[in-house]
């Protein structure tokens, strides 16, 4: 069972799959590939969607943004909690990046971009800021410190697309 799982991820994931492939297929509830079905790629027979392989990374992909668009709904009272400045170790973040990024930098608080989070990232906690350099440095992450990082810049205003 598990050979079979693993050549059928070998196949689909290659990097010559044919995007016309129809080798495998894939039975499941219409309800787990709702952009597919609305974009009207796959075949629906009773209420079961019929995925063939070439549709497989679009349909991890769908699922991917699902479970994060969740994940974001399901942060967003915490994130408001931390922002509100019921946390003290958040409030004193907060108040310490705005008064350093209003002062000499001439950067506004409220305008914070992508490319001024290197500059903040001096004021950020410790493990933070050790997490940031390792991101310069190597371009990857543990998907748990991805996370934490991501939290932390949402945190400090900037949007998700922009992040």
């Not at 597919?36 to 991890?60: D, P």
Request: some cysteine; aromatic content about 8%; overall charge positive.
């Amino acid at each position: 069972m598990l050979k079979t799982l693993l050549d059928r991820a070998e196949h689909f994931l290659a990097v010559d799959h044919n995007m016309e492939c129809h080798h495998y297929k894939l039975l499941l509830p219409f309800t787990f590939c709702r952009r597919l079905v609305s974009e009207r790629t796959v075949e629906i027979v009773k209420g079961t969607a019929k995925l063939y392989c070439c549709l497989w990374r679009n349909l991890m992909l769908d699922v991917f943004d699902s479970l994060l668009e969740l994940e974001i709904e399901r942060l967003k009272p915490l994130a408001r909690i931390l922002v509100s400045g019921e946390d003290d170790r958040i409030r004193r973040l907060l108040s310490t990046c705005a008064a350093r990024l209003g002062g000499s930098s001439g950067v506004s608080y409220s305008s914070l971009l992508p490319q001024q989070v290197d500059h903040v990232s001096r004021f950020f906690p410790p493990c933070m800021a050790n997490l940031h350099k390792i991101l310069r440095q190597t371009h990857r992450l543990s998907f748990d410190s991805r996370y934490l990082h991501l939290i932390l810049v949402a945190l400090l205003l900037l949007t998700f697309s922009t992040t």
